[in-house]
C-alpha cells in the first residue's frame, strides 16, 4: 500500500526541515537597520544564521526614520526637512489632518512653532515633536471617547 507524501508517522523529518529552510529567507528577509545591527544573531546550525524578526515598536522607530529620511531627502539632504518638504510630508503622510484644517495658515504656523532652532527646517527632533504632539492628541482624543461609552 502506498502512503501518501507527507503523511509518514513523524513528519519532522528531513524533507519537512527542508521546506521550512526554503521559506525562511522570504518570511525573514534580511533588513539593514541600525536596531537590528544591534540584535544578536542566532545560530540554530552552522549553515544558517537566523535574525530575529523586529518587534513591533522597532518597527515604528524604523518607519519614523525611513519616512523622515524619505521627505527630507528630496532635496538632496535627508537630515532636515525644508518647508516645501514639511508641506508634502504633511499633505501625504497626515492628509486627513491637513484636509480637517479650514485655516489655511496652520501649517506655516506649525512649522514656525516646531522649528525650535529658527533654521527654517525642521531636524529629525523637531521632526518628532510633531509625531510626538499628533500622536499624544490621538491618544486623548482614544481616552475621551472610550470614557464617553461606559
Ligand atoms: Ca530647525
Redesign the pocket.
Known sequence: MRKPRGAEPGGAGPERQRTREAADPARRPVRASLLLARRPVLRSSPNMAKVSSPTETERCIESLIAVFQRHAGRDGNNC?LSKPEFLIFMNTELGAFTMNQKDPGVLDRMMKK??????????FQ?FLNLIGGLALACHDSFIKSTSSQK
Open positions: 532636515k516646531l522649528d525650535l532652532d529658527s533654521d527654517g527646517q525642521l531636524d523637531e
